[in-house]
């Protein structure tokens, strides 16, 4: 039963992580039509919509507003937490996702679409940071945990890529409400779902959990720090790309709407590959995580290198892949090397390490559509991509700090020092029934 109602919790999480990219993504083919519709529509639009010189700027700041949000709440998330458990926060941030997308749906100027976007955020900021550190709690042995992240990684993987099409085509046929109207059903169904196996006032180990270590303290940790950069640096090259790379095919190769829309979509298969070779090897070679992130790492310079020599559409789609194979070598090798280092050198409440992880991610795509097209536009497309190509390449050595890390988890983590002095109390207890169940 306890087995059955984990593999529940997990189909929950990946639902709201694919919902929550999925809906980041969705407005990428639909805002600029949107807004220029508001801005041609008279009073519709109202004194909010931006004008046309200020067009970019504000689409820019538009997207950037969910990460800026997330940045600012996910130290605050990660502690509350880890004070009451992962289960709330998921369903709390389920609830205000839910407000999110049917806020978008009925938006009619650009001020309510940044509250909505705004709005977004901070659902992310407890959903993502409460599902993954579940996931980590709930799936506490190897190789179960490295699987379980990794079909999480999957999922958000599929929404960030199968959104604009999928946006599109709804927007296109069906109204520019549907696509908003259909994820919002999804997250209230999953919210429901939540519901049933986790009631709100229900009993278990949460409920007797021991205090987790400070989100500052685990800042400061070097192990951990080294790992937050590295996600931050492995994803700048994807969201510094996402906003320039449209106008730079346009420019550059005279590409077509529906080659700018299909750019992405063929990078999910490589990353669902990286996903699965990552938790292979990792389940045969445990030692090896470290590298596994850092082969992602070199991976993903020399691929965004590339970028800027692609000469047409079948080309750009090679580096393209390239990055994102190497993001989900770095991604799924790395994330549960969080949990690990917790296990190890703290206490294994997860909360507030994967707020760390969330406000990695959320610094690259909180600058990414505003800082990157403000650096195309002084220095270049080529010199953007060199840059993020050699961030990366450089990175990659200090990956090696991790390795000794790697090599004691299995002789200090807190479960094998459970396992072999026995349960000591009521949380121990429950823990050790778990991981028998």
Same mark, same amino acid.
């Given at each position: 039963?306890?087995?059955?109602?984990?593999?529940?919790?997990?189909?929950?999480?990946?639902?709201?992580?694919?919902?929550?990219?999925?809906?980041?993504?969705?407005?990428?083919?639909?805002?600029?039509?949107?807004?220029?519709?508001?801005?041609?529509?008279?009073?519709?639009?109202?004194?909010?919509?931006?004008?046309?010189?200020?067009?970019?700027?504000?689409?820019?700041?538009?997207?950037?507003?969910?990460?800026?949000?997330?940045?600012?709440?996910?130290?605050?998330?990660?502690?509350?937490?880890?004070?009451?458990?992962?289960?709330?926060?998921?369903?709390?941030?389920?609830?205000?996702?839910?407000?999110?997308?049917?806020?978008?749906?009925?938006?009619?100027?650009?001020?309510?679409?940044?509250?909505?976007?705004?709005?977004?955020?901070?659902?992310?900021?407890?959903?993502?940071?409460?599902?993954?550190?579940?996931?980590?709690?709930?799936?506490?042995?190897?190789?179960?945990?490295?699987?379980?992240?990794?079909?999480?990684?999957?999922?958000?993987?599929?929404?960030?890529?199968?959104?604009?099409?999928?946006?599109?085509?709804?927007?296109?046929?069906?109204?520019?409400?549907?696509?908003?109207?259909?994820?919002?059903?999804?997250?209230?169904?999953?919210?429901?779902?939540?519901?049933?196996?986790?009631?709100?006032?229900?009993?278990?180990?949460?409920?007797?959990?021991?205090?987790?270590?400070? $989100?500052?303290?685990?800042? @400061?940790?070097?192990? #951990? %720090?080294? =790992?937050?950069? *590295? !996600?931050?640096?492995?994803?700048?090259? &994807?969201?510094?790309?996402?906003?320039?790379?449209?106008?730079?095919?346009?420019?550059?190769?005279?590409?077509?709407?529906?080659?700018?829309?299909?750019?992405?979509?063929?990078?999910?298969?490589?990353?669902?590959?990286?996903?699965?070779?990552?938790?292979?090897?990792?389940?045969?070679?445990?030692?090896?995580?470290?590298?596994?992130?850092?082969?992602?790492?070199?991976?993903?310079?020399?691929?965004?290198?590339?970028?800027?020599?692609?000469?047409?559409?079948?080309?750009?789609? $090679?580096?393209?892949?390239? @990055?994102?194979?190497? #993001? %989900?070598? =770095?991604?799924? *090798? !790395?994330?549960?090397?969080?949990?690990? &280092?917790?296990?190890?050198?703290?206490?294994?409440?997860?909360?507030?390490?994967?707020?760390?992880?969330?406000?990695?991610?959320?610094?690259?795509?909180?600058?990414?559509?505003?800082?990157?097209?403000?650096?195309?536009?002084?220095?270049?497309?080529?010199?953007?991509?060199?840059?993020?190509?050699?961030?990366?390449?450089?990175?990659?050595?200090?990956?090696?700090?991790?390795?000794?890390?790697?090599?004691?988890?299995?002789?200090?983590?807190?479960?094998?020092?459970?396992?072999?002095?026995?349960?000591?109390?009521?949380?121990?207890? #429950?823990?050790?029934?778990?991981?028998?169940?």
């Amino acid at each position: 039963e306890a087995r059955r109602q984990r593999r529940l919790l997990l189909v929950v999480v990946c639902v709201a992580l694919l919902l929550d990219n999925m809906l980041y993504m969705v407005i990428v083919p639909i805002i600029p039509d949107y807004i220029a519709a508001m801005r041609g529509g008279g009073g519709t639009a109202g004194p909010s919509a931006p004008a046309g010189g200020n067009e970019d700027v504000q689409i820019g700041v538009l997207f950037a507003s969910k990460a800026m949000l997330q940045l600012l709440v996910n130290p605050l998330s990660g502690t509350l937490i880890d004070r009451v458990g992962y289960e709330a926060p998921l369903l709390a941030g389920l609830a205000v996702m839910f407000l999110s997308t049917a806020t978008f749906a009925f938006a009619e100027n650009y001020a309510t679409l940044f509250a909505a976007r705004s709005l977004q955020g901070l659902g992310s900021a407890f959903a993502d940071t409460a599902g993954i550190a579940l996931i980590a709690d709930r799936y506490a042995e190897e190789p179960a945990r490295s699987r379980a992240l990794g079909t999480a990684l999957a999922c958000i993987s599929f929404g960030s890529l199968a959104a604009p099409p999928f946006g599109g085509v709804l927007y296109e046929f069906a109204g520019k409400r549907v696509p908003f109207l259909v994820l919002a059903c999804v997250c209230l169904l999953d919210g429901l779902l939540l519901l049933v196996l986790a009631p709100p006032g229900g009993t278990g180990a949460r409920a007797n959990m021991p205090v987790g270590t400070p $989100i500052h303290r685990l800042m @400061i940790d070097p192990y #951990i %720090a080294v =790992v937050a950069g *590295a !996600l931050a640096t492995c994803n700048i090259p &994807l969201a510094f790309l996402e906003p320039t790379i449209a106008n730079w095919m346009k420019d550059s190769m005279g590409a077509s709407e529906w080659e700018v829309g299909l750019t992405w979509l063929p990078a999910f298969f490589p990353h669902v590959l990286g996903v699965y070779v990552t938790v292979r090897l990792a389940a045969a070679y445990p030692h090896l995580q470290w590298f596994y992130g850092a082969l992602g790492m070199a991976i993903i310079g020399a691929s965004s290198c590339l970028v800027p020599a692609c000469r047409n559409f079948g080309q750009v789609i $090679i580096p393209l892949c390239g @990055i994102c194979f190497g #993001i %989900a070598l =770095v991604d799924t *090798a !790395l994330l549960p090397t969080l949990a690990f &280092l917790v296990d190890v050198r703290h206490v294994s409440v997860y909360g507030s390490v994967y707020a760390i992880a969330d406000i990695s991610y959320s610094v690259a795509y909180a600058l990414g559509p505003i800082v990157a097209g403000q650096i195309v536009h002084t220095m270049g497309f080529a010199q953007l991509n060199l840059g993020m190509g050699l961030a990366n390449v450089l990175y990659a050595p200090v990956l090696l700090f991790l390795k000794n890390v790697c090599q004691m988890k299995p002789s200090h983590s807190e479960r094998n020092i459970l396992l072999e002095e026995g349960p000591k109390g009521l949380y121990d207890t #429950i823990k050790m029934e778990e991981r028998k169940g």
